[in-house]
């Protein structure tokens, strides 16, 4: 199984390395939000160190559901999910072929992110792992959630005003959880990161485990 | 009118004009008791009124997307449209009760905790996220899409939806592990008899209203799918003796002017 996953996120990855659309459009966009959140909060350094953990988040969420967007437009296009589902991989292999391919995607932005967040905001780390880990979690997290509700949202002419309705809501507890790991980690609040982590850690298994069960219900009606 | 298509030829029948009916004294009742007969709180003074409205609304959404939860579990179960339909009818009601219950907890907020709105409250911020989850369920049964696939889709949101509250309810408790509301009166048994009563009285009301809603939707909802699969059937047969009564040339394809 995890071998045919290895190939379904090979397959979405090369898709993504050749057309370079994360690279050249999304992650400029990435870098553009920041920008904006310095606008919007009056170019105080202090305050944009204080919440800087949230906003990295709020526009991690906002790209990730460009990189969702993109995913299934992919498949979208020509017909080519239901080539797919022609293969001899199961539905649960292609759940997490996609979610991986989507995760690589995800921690690429988020590693560029975080190096325009320093920069910006100046902000400083104070617990590395806790950073690193977290943010590996989070983002298995938004990985296999945007995935399941990408495929729901496929197929339908208003997929981009529907998957951010959907999607959204669901991501609240990654976007309260990151946002206070990251506070702690950063030294900025008082709360227990770790507590957190475990957090995230239950939203990353339980979307996991929906996605592999519930990925191929989704898959035979189209 | 409405024609008849499947089992109901209208929304109404002899149970929902008996919940009407028992509406009809339910409402003026209540209205009665919660602002003539009952007194106002020491402490909360007249908005304790809104209670016996606030509270009622509050139990019967999270009821409805309880309801909407298990259909949705049975239509994946049994594929069966009864099940979708409940699922979506409850659905939107639940929406509807859940919006109350931020509106008149927000008016109720602003005399007694002197603020509209309260980050650090876990039942709200929860509640909030609820019901924004399921305006995205309601919007995902608006899309066209085949009826199958459109209930598959919705079942799927609307079970993933409920196992994500008690996620977003943990979340937020960490996340200022603070809430404004107090706690239960009725279980602390700080309420007055005619309070209490009262409170009953809402709650029943409520629950009928609930349950009359229920049934109308679940019909109306009935006749929307029979006459969209009816409306298709009706358009593919209509083309089919539309092709029968066309004379078509060797490629198959009708000359100009032949359809004239």
């Known amino acids: 199984m995890l071998a045919d996953s290895w190939l379904i996120a090979r397959k979405d990855l090369q898709v993504e390395i050749r057309s370079r659309i994360i690279i050249n459009q999304i992650a400029p966009y990435t870098l553009l939000i920041m920008v904006l959140f310095g606008f919007a909060l009056d170019a105080n350094t202090q305050t944009l160190r204080d919440t800087a953990p949230g906003l990295y988040w709020v526009a991690i969420l906002l790209v990730a559901l460009l990189a969702i967007q993109r995913g299934v437009q992919i498949e979208d296009a020509d017909a080519a999910r239901d080539r797919m589902l022609l293969t001899p991989v199961s539905s649960s292999s292609i759940f997490l072929g996609k979610s991986l391919a989507l995760f690589v995607q995800l921690l690429v932005l988020e590693v560029l992110l975080f190096f325009v967040m320093m920069v910006l905001f100046d902000t400083s780390v104070e617990d590395p792992l806790l950073v690193c880990l977290s943010a590996f979690v989070a983002t298995v997290g938004i990985a296999t959630s945007g995935t399941l509700y990408g495929v729901i949202a496929s197929g339908v002419g208003v997929r981009e005003t529907l998957l951010p309705i959907l999607l959204l809501p669901v991501l609240a507890p990654v976007a309260i959880g990151a946002t206070r790991t990251f506070g702690d980690a950063f030294g900025r609040v008082n709360a227990d990161g770790w507590a957190w982590f475990g957090l995230l850690v239950v939203f990353a298994v339980v979307y996991t485990v929906l996605g592999m069960f519930s990925y191929g219900q989704l898959l035979e009606e189209e | ?260």
């Open chain 2, 1 to 260: 009118m409405i024609t008849t298509v499947g089992p109901f030829n209208a929304t109404s029948s002899r149970s929902t004009r008996f919940l009407g009916l028992c509406l009809l004294l339910g409402i003026p009742a209540l209205i009665l008791f919660a602002f003539i007969f009952s007194p106002e709180d020491d402490s909360m003074e007249d908005a304790v009124r809104l209670l016996y409205i606030h509270v009622p609304v509050a139990i019967f959404s999270y009821i409805a997307f309880g309801v909407t939860a298990v259909g949705s579990i049975c239509y994946l179960w049994k594929r069966s449209r009864w099940w979708d339909t409940t699922a979506h009818a409850s659905a939107e009601i639940g929406v509807m009760f859940c919006g109350l219950t931020l509106v008149t907890g927000s008016i109720w907020g602003r005399p007694t905790w002197n603020t509209w709105w309260e980050w650090g409250d876990v039942r709200l911020v929860t509640t909030l996220v609820m019901f924004l989850m399921f305006i995205g369920y309601l919007a995902l049964r608006q899309v066209p899409a085949s009826p199958e696939a459109r209930a598959k889709r919705a079942a799927i949101v609307g079970i993933i939806g409920t196992i994500n509250i008690p996620i977003v309810n943990r979340s937020v408790e960490w996340w200022e592990n603070s809430t404004l509301h107090q706690q239960s009166s009725l279980t602390d048994g700080n309420l007055e008899n005619l309070t209490l009563f009262t409170w009953f009285l809402g709650t029943l009301v409520i629950g009928i209203t609930y349950l009359w809603l229920l049934i109308h939707r679940f019909r109306v909802g009935w006749l929307e799918t029979e006459e969209e699969r009816l409306g298709y059937g009706a358009a593919i047969e209509e083309r089919q003796a539309e092709a029968h009564g066309l004379d078509v040339g060797s490629t198959g394809i009708p000359e100009e002017g032949e359809n004239e």
